[in-house]
């Protein structure tokens, strides 16, 4: 056995009081352990966490109390992942005023948090690890945003809102937007350093075609980030 510190022995509590024996429908059956960090050696990247994942009616689950597993950040995964709800709000705005922003048109969806992520500009289902980053991810985009629009004098803007399941909490966790200009811009300059490449490697025989460049959009203070695909 192990002997439990104090501090441990409120987050182990808590992880096995909300998430091993509480039952609730609503939450996936899926439990998720944050590994301690290992002492960071020269050249690794010590940001990145091992993450352990089980089925709750599994027999092997770590120890409550396992020094290898680090408690409070396994007890913050666990909350983000199953306690709460996520909505990812797309809307194209325009700014008469400085104070007035009017909706011109939107689209609201509900999305899931993971902590790993795909690649956007890859069809492959190659996932990696992205913890303590979390990902909010739309994977039928392409068709979700197919008749979504933007044009001058207009903007894109993001907002992603979690809720307590109980819906005694409501918070934006995202906001941003990015003006039709400056998408206009990064577009055209990736779009034409991508044709010229794809002329270059066809030996002159590429004939063009629509291209789609994906754009990252920063959020406030430049915390997250919110990456979108664009197509003419």
């Given amino acids: ?31 998720f352990y944050v590994k301690s960090a290992a002492p960071s050696k020269r050249g690794k990247d010590s940001s ?7 089925r709750k009616d599994t027999k092997n689950l770590p120890s409550l ?16 992942l199953h306690q709460f709800e ?6 194209v705005c325009t700014k008469p005023h400085e104070k007035e922003l ?6 609201s969806q509900q999305v899931y948090a993971t902590p790993s992520r795909r690649r956007m500009d890859s069809k492959g289902e190659t996932t990696e690890i992205s913890y303590p980053n979390i990902f909010f991810v739309i994977d039928d985009f392409e068709e979700t945003f197919k008749d979504f629009t ?5 903007m894109v803007c993001v907002e992603l809102v979690a809720r307590d399941k109980t819906e005694s909490f409501k918070g934006v966790v995202f906001l941003g937007s990015i003006r039709f200009e ?17 002329q270059k490697m066809s030996m002159g025989w590429w004939k063009g075609q629509s291209t789609v460049e994906f754009i990252k959009m920063k959020g406030p203070s430049g915390k997250g980030h919110a990456e979108m695909a664009i197509s003419r």
């Fill in 150 to 154: 933007v044009k001058d004098n207009e």
């Fill in 1 to 31: 056995g192990f002997v439990v510190l104090a501090i441990e022995s409120f987050w182990t509590r808590l992880f096995s009081q909300y998430f091993i024996y509480k039952h609730d429908d609503s939450r996936d059956d899926l439990l």
């Fill in 102 to 107: 009017r909706i011109l048109r939107r689209i």
């Fill in 48 to 54: 990145k966490s091992e993450i352990l994942v089980f």
């Fill in 182 to 198: 400056s998408l206009k811009k990064v577009y055209e300059n990736r779009a034409s350093m991508a044709t010229k490449v794809a």
């Fill in 65 to 80: 109390g396992d020094p290898d597993i680090d408690w409070e950040e396994t007890v913050y995964l666990n909350l983000i």
């Fill in 86 to 91: 996520y909505t990812l709000t797309c809307a």
